[in-house]
């Protein structure tokens, strides 16, 4: 299994249009028949004016058979990408090994948090190792949705997804982690692994799976 996150960073103001022509048109279009939609979101903090999504194909193989098969298809071609182009300023995506299984939440309504961390060179690995032993701590708090190791464009990157209830019990659910001794003695073993730390607070669109 590999997941694809593709981050378009839009022209301003563009955001409303380009998510009813993906509801509309791609969606439509697209299905799940070239690689599987498994979340659709928009920035409301940080950096604006982004669409994220993020999908699922059964390796690298499959996802170039899916892309080119999705590229022959005039509808996409015509239909949607003409009309999306001109919406879009800079593209970027990740290719990522799941190192815990993707896990959608039991509700609707939720914002994401997605946070990618960079570590030292061949960091990767031992950072995965101490998080994944303390995902239990932290799920005491809230849910992780995914663990991720990303194969390109970054080979030293670690990622994850949160799922929360709103703002509130984001800050809530954080709180409670930092006040927790398991969860304190994972970062205590974990930070020496980390460089660089970023995260995307994402709202999930109208027709996202993740929701």
């Not at 009813?20 to 928009?42: P, Q």
């Not at 993020?54 to 996802?63: A, C, G």
């Not at 390109?152 to 019990?169: F, G, I, Q, R």
Request: glycine share 6%.
């Amino acid at each position: 299994m590999i997941h694809e996150l593709r981050i378009y960073t839009l022209w301003p103001g563009k955001v409303p249009e380009f998510l009813k022509l993906a509801e509309e048109r791609a969606r439509v279009i697209r299905g799940d028949d070239y690689g599987k939609c498994e979340g659709y979101w928009f920035t409301e903090f940080g950096t604006l004016n982004q669409i994220v999504h993020l999908w699922s194909y059964d390796d690298l193989n499959d996802r170039q058979d899916a892309r080119t098969r999705l590229g022959q298809n005039p509808d996409w071609t015509n239909d949607y990408v003409a009309h999306v182009k001109p919406l879009i300023r800079r593209q970027q995506i990740r290719l990522m090994h799941p190192r815990l299984p993707l896990k959608a939440p039991g509700s609707e309504g939720n914002i994401y948090e997605y946070r990618y961390y960079q570590t030292h060179m061949g960091g990767a690995p031992a950072f995965i190792n101490a998080i994944s032993e303390a995902m239990p701590a932290r799920e005491r708090h809230s849910q992780n949705v995914c663990l991720w190791h990303t194969e390109a464009e970054n080979p030293n990157e670690v990622s994850h997804l949160w799922v929360y209830d709103d703002l509130a019990h984001r800050a809530q659910a954080r709180g409670n982690a930092m006040a927790d001794p398991d969860w304190q003695a994972f970062l205590g073993k974990g930070g020496q692994h980390l460089v660089e730390m970023q995260n995307l607070l994402l709202l999930p669109a109208a027709f996202s799976p993740l929701k």
